[in-house]
């Protein structure tokens, strides 16, 4: 299930439908394990989307069906975002209670955890299933839809002008973010850092030592990034369930903030280095790789 293109592949094109089929036949098969829990297929589900996204991103200037594939994939992954989000925000406050355990008391968010428990208790598991369902429906006819994907452009022509794209992107975001601080700013800027790092993988095998650092890199900082986001829906979410002017709402709101600030310097600081490059050099360096590994193959 390698998430990346191959020296081994006969063309781009091999590629680009081995890995979609790949990430498509173990997202059936994890909507299927029954040792998996609602919440675990749920959050495996989206998953699959999100890198079947992001590899129709790095060929999107080559990929006559990219509007379309990305569509569905994108609404897909929506119909279960809500979902996804009554267990993520309860993980977001186990994070906020062990970062903070010093400062705060044992039962100082107990209301909120009640709160989020129900919430999440109340879920109607046969609504769930059906979704599940539903995506289970999305991944076959994907995969029938596969064989006949194929790129207008070969070798790294196919993927530069979609991985300078998502780089720019990512570097525009992170300077709308630095200069705004704020939180919907952070979120669309570890959207971008998030494709940037699944092309990264997607391109791993060009110049393995080298590429790892990257990936490496901007997996830290789409967690870090990630943080902030679940944060802010914390906070958001504990207003809705509590009231805003509650005393454990405006105690999670002042921890989250702070602890946001924090991660805005240390992810503004990764950052910088991580998009130093202008587009056009990122994607000139990428191809010289990707044209000398397969030569020398």
């Known amino acids: 299930m390698a998430y990346s293109f191959k020296l081994t592949d006969q063309s781009i094109d091999t590629g680009l439908r081995r890995i979609a089929v790949s990430q498509l036949e173990t997202g059936l098969a994890e909507l299927r394990d029954e040792e998996l829990s609602q919440a675990e297929r749920v959050h495996q589900a989206r998953k699959r ?9 790095l060929v999107r200037g080559s990929f006559s069906g990219y509007s379309e594939e990305n569509t569905a994939f994108r609404d897909a992954a929506r119909t279960l975002s809500s979902i996804r989000d009554a267990t993520a925000v309860l993980e977001s406050l186990e994070e906020v209670e062990a970062h903070f355990s010093d400062e705060l008391k044992k039962a100082a968010l107990k209301p909120l955890r009640a709160a989020l428990e129900k919430r999440r208790d109340n879920l109607d598991e046969s609504e769930v299933e059906e979704r599940l369902a539903d995506m289970r429906l999305v991944f076959r006819e994907a995969l029938d839809r596969v064989e006949d994907w194929s790129l207008d452009a070969k070798g790294a022509d196919a993927f530069a002008p979609g991985a300078a794209k998502t780089y720019k992107r990512a570097q525009k975001a992170m300077a709308t973010a630095r200069k705004s601080g704020k939180a919907e700013d952070f979120h669309e800027w570890r959207k971008r850092v998030k494709y940037h790092w699944y092309h990264l993988r997607l391109l791993k095998r060009i110049w393995p030592p ?63 280095k991580l998009f130093t490059d202008s587009p056009d050099e990122l994607a000139e360096r990428w191809a010289t790789w990707w044209d000398t590994a397969f030569k020398a193959e």
């Open 49 to 57: 989307c999100k890198k079947l996204r992001g590899l129709l991103r």
């Open 210 to 272: 080298v590429m790892k650092g990257y990936v490496d890199q901007a997996d830290t900082l789409s967690d870090e990034l990630g943080e902030h986001h679940d944060l802010a829906v914390l906070s958001a979410t504990a207003a809705d369930l509590l009231g805003a002017n509650s005393d454990t709402a405006e105690l999670i709101d002042g921890l989250a903030t702070a602890r946001q600030a924090s991660i805005e310097e240390t992810c503004l600081a990764r950052g910088e």
